[in-house]
């Protein structure tokens, strides 16, 4: 019982951080995703996908990677000329909060209309850390399984997309991309799902186009004096 | 500061109980492997496959499925007549020594020389958390990237057993095998190595071979009135 309280008073101080950043970010008009997913679902090579579509429609946009150890990550969006900054969060499961609070000036100073921060591997814990993003996303690879929706609910509750990478994979495994879509919308109706593959480019475009209109939608057009 | 030292007694407190489950797997002879992964790297999958080999060997094993919600895993197991307790940890993106505590009486009730620990899909707090367990085996599926021993290093390092699984799909993706070695082995030159499929067989029985003579080394032979 102790441990909740602990737990409760974390996650309640997290919340308002998250606000913070989150009322920081309107301000500055850049719209913030949150990308959440196992370790090795293709959340980086989705992200190197993403960039040339994102520079097109976008002018800019920057990347926020949060990682264990290291800088790998970080490494291969810098090759892009995209800004990007490393957290690495040692012993830590997941981003909070104060992570992003953290970078938030080096942020703002981006002139960037999205972000997009690449969470820890892990589909439990990061659920629970609202950074102060605008949309959570889930990837989920085609080589998980389809059960993984009821297996991690809460993951698939909190977000507002879902990307099912991967899908050259799926006629190599037991994945049934249906029941995948099935199984997500009852843990979540309101999910926009999209296929893609990174290796015959499926299903990039139209994901970047959803992303890109709701960056414009919240945020009004691109200037044209880039 | 304070979240540290919290942390610091949560993690002696556990320390503490796995002692006590260590001691009590040990006096009743029961060999046990915590086994780990990112979600979907084909645990319980390599569990249905090992039942046959491991029961010809050892006579009886039991089996603990740790998930955040639901049983499929367990029900998966039970149709093979292997017993199987289910542990639902809600919220918690890992077991810990208590709940491994709380079904300890029936684990020991199993007259099992063998218990197989699933723990929930997570690559990162499994690590810290000690179960009582004499060895920790980590799965890496071939879907998953070889950079990930590099940036999950403290899963790597707990273990004494690496598993490369869906060994089937690496020709379909940019997995080396040989760079995924040399990657946990830079981490830990002691891991003991295997790689799998459970599509076609690859590596089952070897790694069953091991495992069955790390339970007879420290158990002793398995008695012949089963």
Request: glycine letters at 6%; aromatic letters at 6%; hydrophobic letters at 40%.
């Amino acid at each position: 019982m102790h441990d909740i309280l602990i737990e409760e008073k974390i996650l309640s101080e997290n919340d308002a951080i998250a606000e913070a950043n989150r009322h920081a970010f309107n301000e500055k008009g850049v719209f913030v995703i949150n990308m959440v997913s196992s370790p090795g679902a293709g959340k980086t090579t989705l992200i190197e996908k993403m960039t040339p579509v994102l520079l097109d429609k976008l002018g800019r946009f920057a990347v926020i990677e949060g990682d264990l150890e290291g800088d790998l990550d970080a490494v291969r969006i810098a090759k892009y000329g995209v800004p990007v900054k490393q957290i690495t969060t040692g012993k830590a499961c997941h981003l909070d909060a104060h992570n992003i609070a953290h970078v938030l000036s080096w942020t703002l100073d981006q002139d960037a209309r999205l972000l997009i921060i690449e969470n820890v591997g892990n589909m439990v814990c990061p659920a629970e850390y609202d950074l102060g993003e605008d949309m959570m996303v889930t990837i989920l690879s085609a080589a998980e399984g389809d059960d993984k929706p009821l297996k991690y609910p809460a993951i698939f509750n909190a977000s507002s997309a879902l990307i099912i990478s991967k899908t050259d994979l799926a006629p190599h495994t037991d994945f049934n991309i249906s029941t995948a879509r099935t199984n997500a919308l009852s843990i979540n109706p309101e999910l926009q799902i999209f296929e893609t593959s990174c290796r015959n480019g499926e299903g990039i475009k139209e994901w970047c186009k959803y992303l890109c209109s709701r960056v414009l939608a919240l945020r009004g057009p691109v200037k044209t004096n880039r």
